[in-house]
């Protein structure tokens, strides 16, 4: 039976939710094309996630369980993959397109002599390999990718596929696998935690972003209390950059970073056409901005029209009630 | 330390270009060093600096590539070695993972380092590929290199914070553009640029098969997407309005 698998990450403990939203749209092209729809989850604790897998119409779980996984590791990753798809033989495997995820794509489609697609928005089976869909040329346009091949890896940019619950019963299939960390030559020494402003605006999930707006200690605070809570990559534009009230490495816009996360709170930021040829593939958009008339919300999905130090400290409080 | 940067000449993604019956059409005239690279031959460069050694760029390419060769020259690289194609193969990652590694089996190195990713294209595929075919450890997007006891220390950006990670040499490193800002070239580096080596090297010399070559991915066709709508406009308490967009992001949007 042919099939495809997708790889279910897990980081900090929990299931990433993109990797749900890629086996959702695995369910659905398996239903469509009469493929088995099977994943797998590797990690310290992997076999505790296979309830909330089966939510999402897998078939068939591969687990494999190694204190190793604690932290990401690409040799240990890479061989516990290639020992998955050596006993399922998968036509396809999909992932969600995390740092885990790129730091071993390519080196797993070397290694099993398969296609690869990076970064797609969206995908489909074909009778001999992937039809995908992604950005380029900094995300200006959208190309058409054709890949070939008995084994394809596709890795699928977060947001772009909704969850779909289909609850299935699944055969839990756990794979033998040990790797000393001894036998490891890349070795991992340190993990420095996650604060707002390490985050690689270009990868960002989320950014917060501000604008000529914020112009004190107070404001700026509030800018990185919404970071966090987020776990958001903090922007700025050219205006404060230039100001020096932020990194010029932080600067969006044409002239800097051109980013697309899934979503960018634009805080006191007037909207320059500058400035949004940087930021308006970003996913949903939420302005917040004085000047009901800015041009900011000529792009916003959500424009809130209001003093930000007026606006922020609920909007925060609110996003920490729903994260929680 | 010997270390090899790879190098790739690719289109300004600032350069205005037209989509045209699927197809893309650039001005051949604004082809660059593909920034992350850059930022790649950079933190050699400077490790060099430290440490001593030589930088030696690699690049892949049609004739015109050789430009790009001596760009990272002009920026301090000490020779370059240009593997020489038509240009219009329709190579992907796996094709140019080929050939890189088909270069380097026979070479002597202790750092191979490379952009995590294309600039127009964003595969970042073609760093891990290498590393594999030619069965070196590494690391992937990095955002600072150093080097302690004769080993590589790379941090990189994982999904849950900044990664510390020691790799023996030889090793295989993809850097991001967030770790330096590449130098500029000056006068005296541009005419020092034009006086260093560049090795001319055949692809067919390199003995692929049209297996290992053959492009498993194409372009089929490009297209403009959709320009955006203004969405709501929330104006009123600023208490009630904050909070309700910040559920409708929750239970709405799903973007938390």
């Known amino acids: ?324 | 330390m010997k270390f090899y940067v790879c190098i790739k000449m690719v289109p300004d993604v600032a350069a205005p270009f037209q989509i045209k019956d699927g197809e893309l059409i650039m001005d051949a005239d604004r082809m660059v060093l593909n920034a992350y690279d850059a930022s790649a031959v950079e933190e050699a460069l400077v490790l060099k600096e430290q440490h001593g050694g030589e930088v030696e760029v690699v690049c892949i390419g049609a004739a015109k590539a050789s430009e790009t060769i001596r760009k990272a020259l002009a920026m301090g690289a000490d020779k370059g070695t240009h593997i020489t194609t038509s240009g219009d193969e329709g190579f992907d990652s796996g094709s140019y993972a080929a050939i890189l590694s088909a270069f380097f089996k026979d070479k002597e190195y202790d750092i191979l380092s490379l952009g995590k990713q294309s600039q127009d294209t964003d595969s970042g595929l073609t760093g891990s590929m290498v590393a594999q075919m030619l069965d070196l450890p590494y690391a992937t997007n990095a955002v600072g290199l150093e080097i302690e006891d004769g080993k590589l220390i790379v941090k990189r950006q994982g999904d849950s914070g900044q990664e510390m990670i020691g790799l023996p040499t030889p090793c295989a490193v993809t850097c991001s553009n967030d770790m330096n800002e590449p130098r500029i070239p000056n006068l005296k580096g541009i005419m020092a640029s034009k006086r260093k080596p560049i090795d001319t090297v055949e692809l067919s010399s390199l003995e692929l098969s049209e297996d290992e070559l053959s492009p498993a991915s194409k372009v089929t066709s490009y297209e403009h997407k959709p320009a955006r709508q203004a969405g709501k406009k929330f104006e009123g308490e600023a208490d009630e309005v904050a909070r309700e967009v910040a559920q409708l992001l929750d239970t709405e949007a799903n973007v938390l």
């Not at chain 1, 296979?50 to 040799?75: C, L, M, W």
């Not at chain 1, 050596?86 to 390519?106: H, M, R, Y």
């Not at chain 1, 008995?150 to 596929?161: A, E, I, K, Q």
């Not at chain 1, 989320?206 to 914020?214: E, F, Q």
């Open chain 1, 1 to 324: 039976m042919s099939s495809i698998l997708t790889y279910i990450a897990i980081s900090d403990g929990k299931i990433k939710r993109s990797s749900l939203e890629v086996l959702s749209r695995s369910k659905a092209i398996a239903d469509a094309n009469g493929l088995d729809c099977d994943a797998v989850i590797i990690d310290a604790n992997a076999s505790t996630f296979t309830d909330s897998v089966q939510q999402y119409g897998a078939s068939k779980i591969y687990v494999v369980e190694d204190p190793i996984f604690i932290q990401h590791r690409n040799t240990p990753l890479l061989s516990a993959l290639s020992k998955v798809m050596e006993q399922s033989k998968p036509n396809v495997v999909a992932f969600a397109s995390t740092e885990g995820t790129k730091d071993i794509l390519g080196a797993l489609a070397a290694n099993q002599n398969a296609g690869v697609v990076a970064d797609v928005s969206s995908f489909d089976v074909t009778g001999n390999g992937v039809l995908a869909k992604r950005p380029v040329m900094a995300a200006k346009i959208m190309g058409n990718v054709e890949v070939s091949g008995d084994t394809v890896l596709v890795s699928v940019r977060s947001g772009s596929y909704d969850l779909v619950e289909s609850p299935a019963s699944a055969e839990i299939i756990n794979i033998d696998f040990s790797i000393e960390e001894s036998d490891l030559k890349a070795k991992l020494r340190e993990i420095i935690s996650a604060t707002g402003d390490t985050i690689d605006l270009n990868e960002a999930e989320s950014i917060v972003a501000a604008g000529r707006g914020v112009k004190d200690e107070e404001a700026k605070n509030l800018i990185s209390e919404l970071a966090s809570v987020l776990n958001a990559g903090i922007g700025a534009s050219r205006a404060l950059t230039e100001a020096g009230v932020y990194d010029p490495s932080l600067q969006i816009g044409q002239t800097g970073k051109v980013v697309s996360p899934q979503l960018y709170i634009a805080v006191g930021i007037s909207g320059a056409i500058q400035h949004v040829a940087g930021m308006a593939n970003s996913k949903v958009i939420v302005a917040i901005n004085k000047d009901g008339d800015a041009p900011i919300f000529e792009v916003a999905d959500y424009g809130i029209v209001g003093d930000l130090y007026k606006v922020l400290p609920p909007f925060i409080e609110e996003l920490k009630k729903i994260k929680g």
